[in-house]
């Protein structure tokens, strides 16, 4: 894959996201202004990021981090690549099909485990409630992230990032539907859960079908690539359940603090825009085509790669990240604050989402540069460091939540994705030119830096001109779009005359045509 075609799969991938980004907006505004914090918006919460949390551990994070590399090789040389993927699809849907089973069963453990300071409330009934029906999520969506990566490895990115649209449609729909009817919202919030997931592996599995890779539901085989599969997976599967643990730690921290889950979900939503647009598609292309390259011995063709990835997932997260710091309470204000979200829930939030986005670049660059080891089926290395960033997570959230609060929990998981990021940076070094940056990234990164704070002063100006109408009900939407818009215009106008994002780049991957990309 050439540089200009890895950046026209990003830019497949990461418009789809933002689709699914903007959808997923509209979602979680309806969410926040139907039910507002308490009860059951937290309830909902932890039974949706239950499925998630175990979803990251299996899908995204051990079984695709392990089968998307053996599978590009495979891809690349000819060896059998429906017969391993086929295989691999039977043993991971016997795998989840006995987790959810299980999870059922154990569902108040599971609550407990999630938010101990929801037991004795009226959170935790409807948690364990609501938890056994989404639960069964994690089998479809599982199965749907397992197609994603047989397709995104054969250079087909469109329909795997179309996927996500589905779910949020579904929840738009759902709510929409009981609003209409008169009905219980936050039952249909969470019936939504397994009915979108459904849907997303139905139009997986059918974009998988047209591409040559049928998939057929069989009794799994321990066979020597299976077993190959789980030995790459298994530390993997650690590191995604020491990065869960840090997940954990964070909101078992703001569970013991009225409402503090609900501000941290939503602020969580806001940052989780751009580091879904630029993070996951990144991700998503990144890993496939080092991986063949190391598979070809092109050590300069992944060298590029990896920069490309790097300099465009920056010029894209650091003016969010700013953004974020600068103007996160007309963010959040305007975005959020309606219905049943009140002023103070919009304070409360804003804070989370500027601590967060602090952290945002460092999200990113995790998503940049653990490919460099996943292509290798080195699972091992990232779980040392995943370790170590828990050390440092657990260590942040418990020890300064008596003297700071809830934000305690924000400001651990920032603080450890940026020990992440050095670790991982640090520990890429033995792996030669073909793990480094090459001269253009850094000529041009710091002028993106820059170009990015004359936007942060432009917008910290503008908020202070527009602040009346950002808190005006008919002019806050205009306003904001005026501020976001007029912000954006001066980070890319700065870029380009700074030489640290030439419009020229962009317009050249937009003229490409997409080849597989696109399929």
Not at 329 to 351: K, M, N, W, Y
Request: proline share 5%.
């Amino acid at each position: 894959m050439k540089p200009i075609r890895l950046l026209s799969g990003l830019l497949t991938v990461g418009g789809w996201t933002m689709a699914s980004r903007i959808l997923g907006f509209v979602r979680d505004a309806m969410i926040v202004a139907l039910l507002g914090t308490g009860p059951a918006y937290s309830a909902f919460i932890v039974a949706f990021s239950l499925p998630n949390m175990f979803r990251r551990f299996f899908a995204e994070g051990a079984f695709n981090m392990a089968f998307v590399p053996l599978f590009s090789k495979r891809l690349e040389q000819d060896d059998r690549p429906r017969e391993f993927a086929q295989e691999a699809f039977s043993a991971l849907a016997a795998l989840l099909t006995v987790l959810t089973i299980v999870a059922s069963i154990a569902m108040p453990l599971l609550v407990t485990a999630m938010a101990s300071g929801f037991v004795g409330g009226p959170e935790f009934d409807l948690s364990v409630a609501f938890g056994r029906i989404a639960f069964p999520y994690i089998l479809f969506v599982s199965l749907a992230a397992m197609l994603s990566g047989v397709l995104n490895a054969s250079g087909r990115f469109a329909a795997a990032a179309a996927a996500p649209v589905l779910l949020n449609v579904v929840f738009i729909g759902m709510m929409a539907g009981a609003l209409w009817l008169g009905g219980d919202v936050a039952r249909a919030l969470i019936w939504a859960v397994p009915i979108g997931g459904v849907l997303q592996l139905a139009l997986l599995w059918r974009a998988a079908d047209r591409a040559g890779f049928t998939m057929r539901l069989s009794m799994p085989r321990l066979t020597p690539d299976i077993r190959t599969l789980a030995v790459v997976a298994a530390p993997a599967a650690l590191a995604s359940g020491v990065i869960q643990i840090n997940l954990l730690v964070g909101r078992q921290v703001a569970s013991y603090f009225d409402r503090a889950i609900d501000w941290m979900y939503t602020a969580d939503r806001l940052y989780q825009l751009p580091l879904g647009v630029v993070g996951i598609a990144v991700g998503v292309v990144l890993l496939p085509d080092l991986s063949r390259r190391l598979a070809a011995g092109d050590g300069a063709g992944g060298r590029a790669a990896l920069s490309r990835a790097g300099e465009i997932s920056l010029a894209l997260t650091l003016p969010a990240a700013v953004a974020l710091l600068v103007i996160p309470e007309a963010l959040v204000s305007v975005l959020f604050e309606r219905g049943r979200f009140t002023p103070e829930d919009t304070q409360a939030t804003a804070l989370a989402a500027a601590i967060y986005g602090a952290g945002l670049p460092a999200f990113v660059l995790q998503k940049v540069l653990q490919p460099l080891y996943f292509a290798r089926s080195d699972t091992r290395t990232p779980f040392r460091f995943a370790l170590w960033a828990m050390v440092i997570n657990a260590a942040c959230a418990l020890g300064l939540a008596p003297f700071i609060g809830w934000p305690a929990a924000a400001l651990a998981t920032t603080l450890a994705g940026w020990a992440m990021v050095i670790l991982l940076w640090r520990g890429a070094r033995a792996m030669g030119d073909v793990a480094t940056f090459d001269d253009r990234f850094f000529r041009r990164v710091p002028r993106i830096a820059l170009a990015a704070a004359s936007m942060g002063a432009a917008l910290w100006g503008g908020e202070a001109f527009l602040g009346n109408a950002l808190h005006t009900p008919g002019l806050r939407y205009g306003a904001l779009a005026v501020l976001v818009g007029g912000g954006g215009a001066v980070f890319f106008a700065a870029a380009h005359l700074l030489g640290g994002l030439p419009l020229s780049d962009l317009k050249a991957a937009f003229r490409r045509p997409r080849n597989g990309a696109a399929g």
